[in-house]
């Protein structure tokens, strides 16, 4: 190799297939599991268009506890064994302004939490919203899957495979 083709960058396909050998391929639905929740694995839509992640959870309500924020919610079909109602309680970033795909914006509890998809583990943050109508109970968007340094390809689906407990 001559040391001009050494300075040169990797081939868009190079670069692809790293991405696809170290797992961060990603079809446009996946298994995302929530370990400090407690949820082994849930359904999410992958979506390049929406910033925020989002969870169906039901009666979000804020509290405060020695001097720090948390907000108390239901998952409604996510135990351990994936049946049955679940109460959590998250510590509360912060009440954001999210504007839906509808393009109406709402305020919205924001938690921060782990989430798993396939081997990795990465840090995010998810807005709590009423998604009893939507076709997926979780949504990824952009500003994790740029976390995970992730590619989608729409044309494929669980890629990742189910999240691996750690």
């Known amino acids: 190799m001559s040391p001009q083709q050494s300075k040169l960058k990797p081939s868009l396909k190079m670069q692809t ?5 170290g797992g961060h391929v990603l079809g446009w639905r996946e298994w995302i599991g ?15 268009g929406a910033r925020t992640s989002s969870l169906h959870a039901l009666s979000p309500r804020g ?3 020695d001097g720090k ?6 998952l409604p079909h ?22 839906s795909s509808n393009g109406k914006a709402e305020e919205r509890f924001i938690i921060a939490t782990h989430i798993a998809v396939g081997h990795h583990r990465l840090k995010v943050e ?9 076709g997926f109970p979780m949504l990824l968007g ?3 899957m740029k976390a995970g340094r992730f ?14 407990h750690s």
């Open 142 to 144: 952009r500003t994790a």
């Open 78 to 99: 996510y135990r351990g064994d994936g049946h049955g109602r679940m109460e959590c309680v998250a510590p509360l970033v912060e009440l954001r302004e999210i504007r």
């Open 69 to 74: 924020k948390f907000v108390r919610f239901v």
């Open 34 to 48: 929530l370990p400090e929740l407690g949820v082994p694995f849930i359904k999410a839509k992958v979506d390049t």
């Open 151 to 164: 590619l989608v390809l729409p044309s494929k689906s669980y890629l990742a495979g189910k999240p691996e």
């Open 17 to 21: 297939d790293t991405l696809i050998e």
């Open 63 to 65: 509290f405060e506890q």
């Open 126 to 134: 998810v807005s709590l919203a009423n998604r009893s109508i939507m």
